[in-house]
């Protein structure tokens, strides 16, 4: 079935099918009252008690909402509890110690298995570490890990002591991770000596050590020694191993911190359309109750679940669907450290069979290239234990969502196709899995509770099948409190706008994507409005890219772009340099340097010239369209229309290529 056509896909999709949640799940599903919607809107907003609910609460909050300084919102007003207290204490508490909380896999196949007795003893030695190390509430701690076990412990030691993490991807470079620490004003470092990467080790610390000495100010670091033998390291005085550590505080006990509801519990550096990354806060109460509730009612998940999040934890989607969420319900998250395709392309499936996996959840870019990787992969496993299927991070278009459905869920498995963001904390806009009908391709209505509509530039509504803007109009519990060493007109300005055709006191909140929404109510994603791109699990500006471009020498001006899930960066030069090889060179490194491979655009096109208005401004738009292949919408403004033919030539030179 893999190159031929597959008669039975091309018919739905001629169909425009849409699916029923299956029997068998609707049966067992945690959510399964379409009433929950009504419920939840009549209430508004004591319905999200129903999230709060699902925690441990030190003290139970007063309000559940204050309005009072929009937009900047409180949740669960005056409550207090403690993050890893809900993932971990309360779960050994009730009898579970023994119950798998993290299963890890690593590059090499190694595994390790975390009962919630163990992640509580690791935790709470390595808090007492951090706490001798002088790390107290409120301190940043940063974490530039890859997905080992320490990663996740050590959010929950921080979460225990009350300082807010900030976990930086470990891609990331050098510079990117000192912008980070400065702008955060982080004192404390968590990183390891190196990790593995296609069979080569990689020096991860010595990226680490370039950023501290760029910081301005002192940093205690603690290094995993995550490569023993394999890559030897020194340690200098202010760098403490974190083994020695551990063991310097065997059987420690510290006790979890209690929390306000709206003290941070982290903060997540995320792109935005200008060149500085900017960094959400999340709160303890706010954040923790969305996760949970939305791993319970959108993720299914049950305690005796065995549940995999393909994401990597340096992204939001880690953060909340590996680590926060199905740890706060007791189930056991798997964590995945190698590729999808190593060593062979069948490895998810694979896993997935020996470990039972109940409930899988990955992005759209993911399932095309298993799509591509053809069927007969994960036909060699028994996936029988699936049970639910999720996507994150962009649009899936149908095609990739039926093969996903029919075959890795054996069309018993219902999909969520759940809509986000870094700002978000937590899920918006899905079908819920036991109660809705799913339209491959759209993302479904807002959640209960999520009051999301699509506008005009008016503000008003738009007709259904029309594009406008996906706006939310009311507060959610997971919501960002503002952006971390940054003042508020930041915060106001890219996010909030008040109508004055809305009632007094109500913010509208702009996410940055295009949509258009049906007769149903559901929502379709047309992807964002800005300079921000979605690749896979994660996002990248545009501006960052491009200011690490043209910092190059001889370089002239550059514009990023995306395109089907790939990064093109359009590069003009001060004399023609199209095949200058040291030049695509210099370029690349310029952004490893700036920002980190990930940010490597999967195309470098040299351009004479970039196509422009008549007023100067690069025409984005052009460029993606002609990146996809698409018709060319109206050029009539664009100065020089000669350069079309010529980028269409160069980028399909560079293709080719790139292919050979
Ligand atoms: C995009 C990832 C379409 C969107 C959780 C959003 C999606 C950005 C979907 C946030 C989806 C996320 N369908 N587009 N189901 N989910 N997006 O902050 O453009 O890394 O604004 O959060 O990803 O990316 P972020």
């Not at 234990?385 to 962009?394: D, K, P, Q």
């Not at 196509?611 to 664009?638: H, N, V």
Request: hydrophobic residues 35%.
């Amino acid at each position: 079935m893999d190159d031929g056509v597959d008669v039975e896909l091309e018919a739905w999709l001629e169909r425009r099918e849409q699916f029923e949640p299956p029997e068998e799940f609707v049966e067992q599903a945690n959510i399964t009252d379409l009433d929950i919607y009504r419920t939840f809107e009549e209430n508004w907003p004591h319905c999200w008690e129903r999230a709060a609910e699902r925690l441990d609460w030190e003290r139970r909050w007063d309000d559940v909402l204050d309005s009072s300084s929009a937009p900047r919102y409180r949740w669960f007003v005056d409550g207090q509890l403690n993050a890893a207290h809900n993932c971990i204490d309360r779960h050994v508490e009730t009898g579970r110690k023994n119950h798998a909380a993290l299963r890890w896999v690593g590059k090499r196949g190694e595994t390790e298995t975390y009962t919630y007795g163990d992640l509580k003893r690791e935790t709470e030695e390595f808090a007492a570490a951090l706490r001798d190390l002088g790390v107290g509430e409120d301190d940043i701690v940063t974490l530039y890990l890859p997905m080992i076990p320490e990663l996740p412990i050590a959010m929950l030691a921080c979460a225990r002591l009350g300082a807010p993490h900030s976990v930086v991807f470990a891609g990331f470079s050098a510079d990117a991770l000192a912008a980070r620490m400065e702008n955060a004003d982080s004192e404390y470092l968590v990183t390891c000596d190196g990790y593995y990467r296609r069979g080569d080790a990689l020096n991860h610390k010595g990226k680490a050590d370039r950023a501290v000495r760029r910081v301005n100010h002192d940093v205690e670091t603690v290094v995993v020694d995550r490569l023993g033998g394999g890559l030897p390291h020194s340690l200098a005085d202010d760098q403490h191993d974190y083994d020695a550590l551990v063991e310097a505080h065997r059987n420690a006990t510290v006790e979890p911190v209690a929390r306000d509801s709206e003290d941070d519990l982290f903060v997540m550096y995320t792109s935005g359309t200008t060149g500085e990354p900017k960094a959400v806060r999340h709160t303890t109460g706010g954040y923790l109750s969305h996760t949970a509730w939305t791993s319970h009612a959108v993720l299914d998940i049950k305690p005796s679940d065995t549940y995999w999040c393909s994401a990597d934890i340096g992204w939001i989607t880690g953060h909340s669907y590996i680590v926060y969420g199905p740890l706060a319900l007791g189930a056991t998250t798997m964590m995945y450290e190698g590729t999808p395709d190593y060593p062979e392309k069948d490895r998810i499936w694979e896993l997935v069979e020996r470990y039972g996996v109940d409930v899988f959840y990955t992005a759209p870019t993911a399932v095309r290239a298993f799509m591509k990787w053809g069927a007969d992969h994960p036909a060699e496993h028994d996936l029988s234990s699936l049970r639910l299927l999720g996507t994150v991070g962009e649009p899936i278009n149908p095609r990739a969502w039926k093969w996903y459905y029919k075959h890795i869920g054996d069309e018993s498995c219902p999909i969520v196709d759940t809509w986000w963001q870094a700002e978000t904390g937590g899920m918006m806009i899905t079908t819920l899995p036991g109660v809705s009908t799913m339209k491959p391709g759209s993302a479904g209505p807002p959640l209960p509770g999520i009051d999301a509509r699509v506008i005009d530039d008016s503000g008003a509504e738009v007709d259904p099948g029309e594009a406008g803007y996906l706006v939310v109009e009311k507060p959610w519990p997971g919501m960002l409190r503002g952006l971390a060493g940054d003042d508020d007109d930041r915060f106001e300005t890219e996010y909030w706008t008040a109508y004055s055709n809305s009632e007094a006191d109500e913010w509208t909140y702009f996410p940055g994507d295009g949509a258009t929404v049906d007769e149903d109510g559901y929502v379709t994603l047309l992807g964002r409005v800005d300079d921000v791109i979605s690749v896979g699990d994660h996002r990248i500006g545009t501006m960052e890219v491009e200011s690490a471009i043209v910092a190059v020498d001889g370089v002239a001006e550059a514009a990023v772009v995306g395109a089907d899930g790939d990064l093109i960066a359009y590069v003009s030069t001060e004399r023609d340099r199209a095949g200058d090889a040291n030049l695509r060179r210099a370029v690349i490194d310029g952004i490893e340097d700036a920002i980190g491979e990930i940010a490597v655009p999967d195309h470098v096109v040299f351009t004479p010239e970039l196509p422009k208005t008549r007023s100067g401004k690069i025409m984005r738009r052009l460029l993606e369209d002609i990146a996809t292949g698409e018709e060319l919408g109206d050029i009539s403004a664009l100065r020089n229309p000669e350069v079309i033919g010529e980028l269409r030539a160069r980028l399909a030179g560079e293709t080719r290529s790139y292919l050979e």
